[in-house]
């Protein structure tokens, strides 16, 4: 069973690295001029995000409701965050790599193609969708109910065994 203090750390380091993400996404463009470090942080983002999947899917592994075998139900609850952290983190990687292959030897001149500002703006987007499902559902992977048996959790169980 997962305890509070365990939680906490676990909260606070999933929070940090969406931060971290952010604040690489609010400011990275302050850093055009100086590929390698722009490199670097873009390289650190997209394994943070990695890391942030990882976790979530350790929380979820962790659960008294898949180790009960209901995995079904925790798919369905956390599907769109499962989808929208894959999706950022292949739009992120993809605009990465196409920002520093345009920039790379040109860094001092303002490259945006179309095809690159529509991706900004997709993965802008899916940032924001991503920051929201992530943080609401990193607080409710804190719940008890999750880590020990229940009534909901005993229904639950009674209609995936009755399909």
Do not use: C
């Not at 470090?37 to 008294?64: G, K, R």
């Not at 940032?127 to 048996?149: F, I, N, Q, S």
């Amino acid at each position: 069973m997962l305890e509070t203090s365990n939680y906490s750390l676990v909260l606070l380091i999933q929070l940090t690295l969406l931060t971290f993400d952010l604040f690489v996404n609010s400011f990275s463009e302050l850093l055009r001029t100086s590929p390698v470090i722009q490199l670097v942080l873009f390289i650190v983002q997209d394994i943070s995000l990695l890391f942030n999947l990882f976790i979530f899917l350790l929380m979820l592994f962790n659960t008294y409701v898949f180790q009960v075998g209901l995995m079904s139900l925790l798919l369905e609850r956390f599907r769109v965050l499962i989808m929208l952290s894959v999706f950022y983190l292949f739009s992120s990687v993809s605009l990465h790599s196409w920002m520093m292959n345009l920039r790379w030897m040109r860094a001092d001149h303002y490259v945006w193609t179309d095809g690159l500002l529509f991706l900004y703006g997709l993965q802008r987007t899916a940032a924001v969708l991503y920051y929201y499902y992530y943080k609401r559902t990193a607080e409710y992977l804190g719940d008890p109910r999750l880590y020990k048996d229940s009534p909901w959790l005993r229904e639950a169980f009674a209609r995936a065994r009755q399909l």
